[in-house]
Nanobody, 119 residues
């Protein structure tokens, strides 16, 4: 099996910073990409940022210039450094990994970590 475990969520004031981390473990053959999604109440889950093995990154327009994603491929970890946070960043943040497991590429998800930004 494969597990993704997140850490680092919590309550932060608008304009502040927060760091989310995620570690993948288990029977991992290879990881193509890791990233972060978020889901606010009443809204669909959306991509926040992702990073591929070649170092390329994708960011949602709403977080460009404020958030930075990074990976440690040797440790199978991904980190989201959140800066200049806004109340609209409040959501449950989910770690995602596109992982080769048991003969195929699959999407794996963490359990989610709550981020609340107060105004």
């Amino acid at each position: 099996q494969v597990q993704l475990v997140e850490s680092g969520g919590g309550l932060v004031q608008a304009g502040g910073s927060l760091r989310l981390s995620c570690a993948a473990s288990g029977s991992i053959v290879s990881i193509n990409a890791m990233g972060w999604y978020r889901q606010a109440p009443g809204k669909q889950r959306e991509l926040v940022a992702s990073m591929y093995n070649d170092g390329s990154r994708n960011y949602a327009d709403s977080v460009k210039g404020r958030f930075t994603i990074s990976r440690d491929n040797a440790k199978n970890t991904v980190t989201l450094q959140m800066g200049s946070v806004k109340p609209e960043d409040t959501a449950v943040y989910y770690c995602n990994g596109k992982i080769y497991y048991n003969g195929s590429w699959r999407n794996f998800w963490g359990q989610g970590t709550q981020v609340t930004v107060s105004s």
